[in-house]
């Protein structure tokens, strides 16, 4: 499935998410800054994209950490998934945030994050006073095992 996005550069020096490969999910976020900036440990900096896009109705953006950049730097988005709505025509930016011990730099033009475009269902909720029973009913956390 293809979606046509709109890209709006806020900044010459941004650069449009890439896919890494040819069935990739997610295509690559760049950090668009004029120099390094160091994320000293356990803090959280916004980094920016310089770009706004238009999601079509009925697609979110979702912004995921790159598989790399969060096992060995230790570098991930703070909300661990951003929710871009359908909507929303302002920057695309990260929140990201060292998880580690020691203080880690983004360099310019590095890649960041990922996003994902993908469909959603809006739900009617509806108030009932009785919901249908299941086996598990309102078994919760490590109910049916670890």
């Known amino acids: 499935m293809k979606a046509n996005i709109k890209i709006k550069k806020l900044n010459e020096k941004a650069i449009l998410p890439t896919y890494g490969s040819e069935y990739a999910a997610g ?3 760049y950090a668009c800054m ?3 900036v160091t994320i000293m440990p356990h803090k959280t900096v916004v980094l920016h994209t310089g770009l706004a896009m238009e999601i079509p ?7 995921y950490p790159r598989s790399g950049m969060a096992s060995k730097r230790h570098l991930a988005p703070a909300n661990k998934v951003g929710v871009v709505d359908p909507d929303y025509r302002g920057e695309f930016m990260v929140a990201m945030h060292n998880h580690s011990d020691e ?3 983004v360099e310019p033009g590095e890649r960041i994050a990922q996003l994902v475009i993908t469909p959603f269902i809006t739900a009617d909720f509806e108030e009932t006073d009785e919901l249908s029973d299941t086996v598990r009913g309102a078994g919760g956390f490590g109910s049916t095992g670890y």
């Open 27 to 29: 295509a690559d976020l």
């Open 57 to 63: 109705e009925g697609f979110a953006g979702l912004i």
């Open 103 to 105: 203080p880690q730099t």
């Open 34 to 36: 004029d120099e390094t």
